[in-house]
């Protein structure tokens, strides 16, 4: 039996995002339980679809005790404010200074933190803890499939373990695995070889999905290779949205010699590489992609699902742009839903009004983007709610919303959910909450790039992928990058990044 100590900080990172993540947006968590330190976090994780919750069930079970040290996450955003960064850090390592005498660590993270003053939070806070437990003490992390992992990371790390699954329906599962792996570490004593290779190519954010080729046959065939020698493989596709030298896909082996961790490494960098092409998938314009909903809409016996991508709050937008919502109402969809726009000065108008009550409400114009115009329009109110309920889809597991003051507002053909906090549109209970049942609706458009497929691909008949304007840019090629790696192709087949003229 061991004592492992558990602490950690998950943060995406969109560095060309409007809006920093100060220490305020740890506490506050959004659907996530707020940043913690000691007792108090154990039973706030318990049960909910978070790789930490995941790990310290079953390292439980598996007849370990734990130690709590100090754990937040923040919706993704720009970067994390080095006050932030180096307040969650030191509380850590103030823990871990603290704590009883224990025997390996395990840090919760996502791969993929940016802040004011370092390209490579998680590495940095990885090195830290190190030099803190020294040499010997096993560390081993979890991470986001998003994770822009970096050789930093690894060589800090025994043991990196990711997702599998986007939507990262498996989040708890993963802590679980990694339980299970650092649980095998201890009882033989060993520490594997690793191997770690970068993928010269980024992949857009929608065409990472798991639910779909080629990333589905690379997870299924990853987990086959693990067994006898191989101890474990990871493939995260990274972040194509974070302006850091390391951005883009990596793979990390691990076996029980160095050269099983090296040729599995080698065998999936190329398995990987040959499949550069199958990355890639049609994008519509809003005005395109809703013609098309329409179209498709007139003989489908279920809701046409329309992902506005590039105000995915789960990827640094802020879910406040119009674009999409202009499109509806100007191509006079019928039976249509868009959900969430978070306006706290709009929610505030509807809830004086009151239900029943026509108002003119102003979206979009906030974020900064080129062609993210105001969209204005005579609404009519016809719902109210104090934004507080339960998910009940398979992403969002265990989590309890607080949108704040929110209400569902009617233009024309269209109904919107209007609340007050971002939270990405990935569970049917976002639009439930309001009285809209999305399986009665001929068109969704749901403010998220992949995760909403979870809950929302068993009831859709299809789903497109629209690029209105916004932060999360769904195409790497048009970002305006800095700070990439010369060498790196900065979209799957496309030109190869020189650096900045």
Not at 163 to 190: F, I, K, N
Request: some cysteine; overall charge negative.
């Amino acid at each position: 039996m061991a004592l492992i100590a558990v602490g950690g900080i998950q943060h995406e990172t969109n560095t060309f995002a409007p809006t920093k993540a100060g220490l305020e947006a740890f506490q506050v968590g959004g659907s996530r339980p707020p940043l913690t330190t000691g007792p108090d976090l154990f039973p706030r994780i318990k049960g909910k679809n978070l790789p930490i919750a995941g790990f310290v069930e079953r390292i439980e079970a598996l007849d370990h005790f734990t130690h709590a040290l100090t754990w937040g996450t923040a919706a993704p955003s720009d970067v994390v404010t080095e006050h932030a960064f180096e307040h969650i850090a030191g509380k850590i390592l103030d823990g871990l200074r603290a704590a009883p005498p224990y025997d390996a660590v395990y840090l919760c993270l996502h791969g993929a933190m940016v802040t004011e003053h370092l390209e490579d939070g998680e590495g940095e806070l990885l090195r830290r803890v190190r030099d803190l437990i020294g040499p010997d003490k096993p560390l081993v992390a979890s991470l986001d499939l998003h994770s822009n992992t970096t050789p930093l990371m690894v060589e800090m790390a025994d043991l990196l373990v990711a997702y599998r699954t986007y939507p990262h329906v498996d989040m708890a599962d993963t802590g679980a695995r990694t339980a299970r792996l650092l649980d095998e570490m201890l009882r033989l004593g060993r520490r594997p070889a690793k191997a770690f290779r970068q993928i010269p190519f980024l992949i857009p954010l929608n065409w990472q999905c798991t639910m779909m080729q080629p990333a589905e046959g690379i997870y299924e065939r990853l987990g086959a290779r693990e067994g006898g020698e191989l101890f474990h493989a990871s493939f995260t596709p990274g972040f194509p949205a974070a302006d850091i030298h390391h951005c883009g896909p990596s793979i990390f082996t691990y076996g029980w010699n160095e050269a099983t961790a090296e040729g599995a490494a080698d065998a999936i960098a190329n398995e990987i590489a040959g499949l550069e092409e199958a990355f890639a998938g049609r994008i519509y314009d809003p005005d395109s992609g809703v013609q098309e909903a329409m179209r498709l809409a007139e003989t489908a016996t279920r809701p046409i699902v329309i992902a506005d991508t590039q105000d995915n709050p789960g990827a640094g937008g802020d879910s406040n742009t119009a674009g999409m919502l202009r499109a509806l109402v100007e191509n006079r969809a019928e039976g249509a839903a868009l959900g969430l726009m978070v306006d706290p000065a709009a929610a505030e108008i509807a809830h004086r009004a009151g239900v029943g009550a026509e108002v003119n409400l102003s979206f979009g114009g906030h974020s900064g983007f080129d062609g993210d115009d105001p969209f204005e329009a005579l609404y009519k109110v016809e719902q109210l709610h104090d934004g507080r309920f339960d998910a009940t889809g398979p992403f969002y597991k265990g989590a309890e919303f607080n949108l704040g003051p929110s209400a569902r507002v009617r233009v024309g053909g269209t109904e919107v959910v209007l609340g007050c906090n971002k939270v990405q549109m990935a569970d049917q209970a976002m639009y439930r909450f309001v009285g809209i049942e999305p399986t009665e609706r001929n068109i969704l458009v749901n403010k998220s790039s992949v995760h909403f497929r979870a809950d929302f691909a068993p009831i859709a008949e299809e789903i497109l992928v629209c690029a209105a304007p916004g932060p999360m840019i769904a195409d790497p090629a048009d970002l305006p990058w800095r700070r990439l790696r010369p060498g790196i192709r900065i979209n799957p087949l496309g030109p190869v990044w020189q650096g900045p003229a």
